[in-house]
């Protein structure tokens, strides 16, 4: 089988912009290479996120307890390996570079949930995907780190630009600083690499992150910088 690597972080961080770019940089260098992103939204594997997302199941995101949203999430990547890259991965030489993944559930749902109850969810969380579901278990997870309110002004600039609209995620400043709180337990605890996304208030130039992202890729792959 081949590679997985992961790219994660909290919403307005750049996920999709450097999954692009070490897509782009990896199948220059030679690499028999894919990129999937969850959710999909064009997938009817993800048709109970998008019902969570916009608000259908409630208005607030803990009005979804953590176990259920991160099922819905899970039938998504699921689904999606199922019929779409699975026969890819499992070519030797293979690289699948994914924006958001299992880790996504770990930043996004134990912020619904009392302190003491998170290594338990975890624990179940990570053995439902990898070993019930039997998705893949990523190689390398790039965690970006990015401060809450430099993620929510560049969330609000990418709608301005796009005329997209927030789901209940991004309108709820509370629970994106829980977020933020969950993900640097889970990327302690999990071993997730970290990418400082930031230097004081203003986020790093793409460049400089896509250039950490490589010192990392490199230890993986046989690639250069």
């Known amino acids: ?16 912009t450097q999954c692009d770019l070490l897509f782009a940089e990896l199948q220059n260098q030679g690499k028999n290479v894919r990129l999937v992103s969850f959710p999909r939204y064009d997938s009817v594997g993800s048709t109970f996120v998008k019902l969570y997302l916009d608000g259908a199941l409630g208005s607030h ?4 307890n953590a176990y259920a949203a991160a099922t819905f999430y899970a039938i998504d990547r699921y689904y999606s390996f199922k019929t779409e890259w699975e026969e890819f991965y ?3 030489d293979s690289v699948v570079i994914a924006a958001r993944y299992t880790t996504a559930n770990a930043v996004h749902q134990l912020s619904k949930l009392d302190r003491e109850e998170w290594d338990s969810f975890l624990s179940w969380l990570f053995d439902f995907e990898y070993e019930k579901l039997g998705i893949p278990k990523p190689d390398l997870v790039l965690f970006l780190e990015m401060k809450p309110e430099i993620s929510l002004d560049l969330i609000r600039r990418r709608n301005e630009e796009t005329g997209a609209h927030s789901d209940i ?12 709180k969950a993900a640097l337990y889970s990327a302690d605890k999990m071993g997730w690499e970290h990418i400082k996304c930031y230097d004081g208030k203003d986020p790093l130039t793409i460049d400089d992150i896509q250039s950490a992202i490589m010192e990392k890729v ?7 910088e």
């Not at 089988?1 to 999709?16: A, F, H, R, T, Y």
């Not at 709820?172 to 600083?177: A, G, P, S």
Request: charged letters at 30%.
């Open 90 to 92: 499992n070519k030797p």
């Open 218 to 224: 490199v230890k993986l792959l046989d690639v250069t």
């Open 1 to 16: 089988m081949g590679k997985l690597i992961v790219i994660d972080g909290l919403d307005g961080s750049g996920k999709s």
């Open 169 to 180: 995620h991004e309108r709820d400043v509370e629970y994106l600083n829980l977020c933020y």
């Open 61 to 64: 995101p803990d009005d979804t």
